[in-house]
């Protein structure tokens, strides 16, 4: 094997392959902040009903134990795959929709994703729903620019989910 490694290492030495210039794996054009906002409206939710449970009491049935144990089971489970949802979102806006001249002419957009990655890494970590809705407004605030940077106007409303925080949408006629 370290043989073979050694010629196509000399191989790639002579003749490097070229550079190939791609704005993503697949140029399909379709970009859209949504699926980030949607996964920090489920972690609102699972903080929410993990806030609501009610802790088994000493006198309380195995049964109504295990029952506790498996939905906090469940919702931490949910929190931390749509905090991991959201940061996958938000990298693939950062990585393949966003460029050069959208970091020119919106500025804040670099530290806006930063911020938006720490408030998922925090919100799959913890049971924190400051950090969750921080999510939602850091994904609200990618998604204002995301709709400026293809001329499409917004509006913020009431999200018509349990958690019924404020939620930025695209303006359509």
């Not at 190939?20 to 920090?40: F, K, R, S, V």
């Not at 295990?66 to 949802?85: P, S, V």
């Not at 393949?96 to 001249?101: A, L, N, V």
């Not at 970590?125 to 940077?149: S, Y």
Request: net charge neutral; proline share 6%.
């Amino acid at each position: 094997m370290s043989r073979l490694h050694t010629i196509l290492g000399a191989l790639d030495r002579l003749a490097p392959a070229e550079v190939a210039h791609a704005h993503c794996d697949i140029p399909c054009g379709i970009y859209d902040p949504h699926h980030a906002q949607m996964a920090a409206h489920t972690v609102i939710r699972m903080v929410d009903l993990i806030g609501q449970l009610e802790k088994p009491g000493p006198n309380s049935t195995p049964e109504q134990r295990q029952e506790f144990h498996n939905k906090l089971a469940r919702y931490i489970a949910t929190k931390e795959q749509h905090a991991e949802i959201y940061k996958h979102e938000v990298r693939v806006l950062w990585g393949d929709y966003f460029k050069p001249e959208h970091l020119q002419q919106f500025p804040t957009l670099h530290d806006a994703v930063w911020k938006a990655l720490k408030a998922a890494s925090k919100g799959r970590q913890e049971i924190n729903l400051q950090a969750a809705e921080d999510m939602l407004q850091h994904a609200n605030e990618i998604a204002e620019t995301f709709w400026k940077t293809k001329g499409v106007g917004t509006v913020k409303g009431k999200a018509p989910y349990p958690t019924a925080r404020e939620t930025v949408y695209p303006k359509v006629a």
